[in-house]
């Protein structure tokens, strides 16, 4: 990507909503091969190929990547999302999008499995050197590239692009609940944090009040000056 906040958008629809193809297309072309993945209910860690016994193929991270993606399209093949926005701190190379979803079980009939969902994924990004193609090149490349004259150029001035590093899905609880719960469980949970608003002001009524009461009225202790002397 040059431009990660623009792209951005393209590349989450192709992985969410477009053809398997398509969405394999845009794991190679946007994923590093030994990218991470995180979410509240599955983990892929950072593994560069690692060969099968006996065989002569070779799996890395991007491909059980790959595999979490086409799953999720099998579970709910028509989902429906948009991306609110995209904040990119280039300094910590991390990308921010916010992003709205819905999510339907294909195999649940009349769409009574519906959850409408909002996260913040958190994308690591690295920009690596590419070919005249924009295809990633081997991060031991050093020797001069030649371009489509036949011309040399060197590794260090050649282009390049962002990558995807890591993916982390960050949801919060009454929002990742609707994932498995999706009639109205996570109200339970907007129920406990409601709970929870209360109990801080009971305490602050019952301990914090009473207690600065008793250093000023009491004690003589000005909570302004103390605030000053510090």
Not at 74 to 87: F, N, Q, Y
Request: glycine share 4%; net charge neutral; proline share 6%.
């Amino acid at each position: 990507m040059d431009y990660p906040e623009v792209q951005i958008t393209h590349v989450i629809r192709s992985l969410a909503q477009h053809s398997l193809e398509e969405q394999s297309d845009t794991l190679n072309d946007y994923f590093l091969p030994d990218a991470y993945f995180i979410h509240p209910f599955c983990r892929v860690p950072s593994f560069a190929d690692i060969g099968i016994p006996f065989t002569s193929l070779a799996v890395n991270s991007r491909w059980l990547i790959s595999l979490i993606y086409q799953w999720y399209r099998v579970l709910s093949p028509d989902i429906k999302l948009s991306v609110d926005s995209a904040s990119f701190d280039k300094g910590a190379g991390l990308l921010y999008v916010t992003i709205r979803q819905t999510f339907a079980l294909w195999f649940v009939p009349f769409s009574l499995w519906r959850s409408n969902v909002k996260l913040v994924t958190v994308l690591e990004l690295q920009r690596m050197p590419v070919d005249r193609h924009q295809k990633l090149l081997s991060r031991e490349t050093t020797q001069p590239l030649p371009d489509d004259e036949g011309n040399h150029t060197p590794a260090e001035q050649t282009r390049k692009l962002y990558f995807i590093k890591g993916q982390e899905d960050h949801y919060q609880v009454n929002e990742f609940i609707k994932l498995v719960a999706p009639w109205g469980a996570s109200l339970f949970w907007v129920a406990w944090q409601l709970c929870a608003t209360l109990v801080c002001a009971v305490g602050v009524a019952l301990f914090r009040w009473p207690a600065a009461l008793f250093r000023e009225r009491v004690l003589g202790h000005d909570s302004k000056a103390i605030r000053k002397g510090r």
